[in-house]
């Protein structure tokens, strides 16, 4: 019943993760402890799952599993096979940013990428020097010259001064200069758009001429580039080609999947340059930005209202609407906007993801987390302009500032004495007589 109700009782003490059987608290502990108690009889290597050492014993059987109904080659695991599928389909997921060139492997784009880059692959000490001896320079003819050496050897004679990276023939070296320069000798006449290469500037021509030359099989959509084309395939195919490592979730695009990667790393590349605050991808700095410029360029038809995140605006409008549109299964309870539907449902669940660094204390709520790590750190945000009293919440300070006001909102329903309290000190009733 636990996938069901989203129970998950059995917790680890390490990292508060929580599960809902207690044989997968078992094997997750092991990522602490180190233990692996699966080996492999042939090679003594260990596994923390049986499902490892299962996967592992293929490389000794020879074991196949995955078969390719093109071809009949078979592959001891799945995702070699999906791999290897691009080779039918001619699907090319992996996408150069700098050319828009596209790969049918990622191993393929990194090599692809050093070529934009200027970094040298790395070989072997031992292979590069197998490889030196092992092959002898093939015959040149020699009406040859030296443009067209590179063509017959694979030499690259042409050299860049700038970062060292060569080149088999003169105009690939020409081209790569305009890097370092900063020319763009190719001028769209429609809107004085330039460019570095005359690919480039032909594909900008389509925006002008509404040329779109890709079209769906599928919808009759199309599109200017062939790349927006295989795109939008997989609206149709539903394939999610970019899969993180870490956890198995899959992304229609390679860029989500390397803003994702980043939940697991830590990585915060953008930074504020007001706050020093760190962000994982460029448009959620963007949005931050607009804290510090008071930018709201989303307004609400209705009321004139404005807000800085389009999501803000969206969730605005439900309360003209009265829109309440994620309810919840467990009592029926409807909500306008989906963090607070997320935060409700924790009440059902008992999650607590919000955890505490210096005393592992968990929370339901972000919000609550902020105010708990003030215990720690001692921060007081909230002063009393009477007295200059500092407090830590502000629900302290709207308490104290009773103090200065008179004000006693709690009154006995027995004599209509009035109290600034509920509670007193030690922690009693103040207004039940």
Partial sequence: MRTHTGEKPFMCKECD??????????THIRTHTGEKPFMCKECDKHFIQPSHLKRHMRAHTGEKLFSCKECDKSFNQKCNLKSHMRIHTGEKPFMCEQCDSSFGQKSSLKTHMTAHTGEKKRIPHDVSVYMKTKFERPHVPKECDKTQMGTHTGQKCFSCKECDKSFSQIYCLKRHMRIHTGEKPFLCKECDGRFSRISNLK?????????????????????????????????????????????????????????????????????????DRGFSDPSTLRKHMRTHTGEKPF?????????????????????????????????????????????HVRTHTGEKPFSCIQCKTCFSHASSLKVHMRTHTGEKPF?????????????????????????KPFSCKECNKSFSLTTSDNGEKQFSC
Avoid at 17 to 26: A, H
Avoid at 385 to 403: A, D, G, N, V, W
Wanted: glycine content about 6%; proline content about 2%; hydrophobic content about 20%.
């Fill in 17 to 26: 993760s929580s599960f809902g059987q207690k044989s997968s608290l078992k």
């Fill in 203 to 275: 594909r900008h021509m389509r925006t002008h001429t509404g040329e779109k030359l890709f079209s769906c099989k599928e919808c009759d959509k199309r599109f200017y580039q062939i790349s927006n084309l295989k795109t939008h395939m997989r609206i149709h195919t539903g394939e999610n080609p970019y899969v993180c490592e870490e956890c198995g979730k899959s992304f229609d695009y390679w860029y989500q999947c390397r803003i994702h990667m980043r939940t697991h790393t830590g990585e915060k590349p953008f930074c504020c340059k007001e706050c």
């Fill in 299 to 343: 307004s609400c038809k209705d009321c004139g209202k404005s807000f800085s995140r389009l999501s803000s605006l969206n969730s605005h409008m439900r309360i003209h609407t009265g829109e309440k549109p994620f309810s919840c299964k467990e009592c029926d309870k409807s909500f306008s906007d989906a963090s607070s539907f997320k935060r």
């Fill in 383 to 407: 002063s009393c302009k009477e007295c200059s009293k500092s407090f830590s919440r502000i629900s302290s300070l709207s308490t104290h500032m009773r103090i200065h006001t008179g004000e």
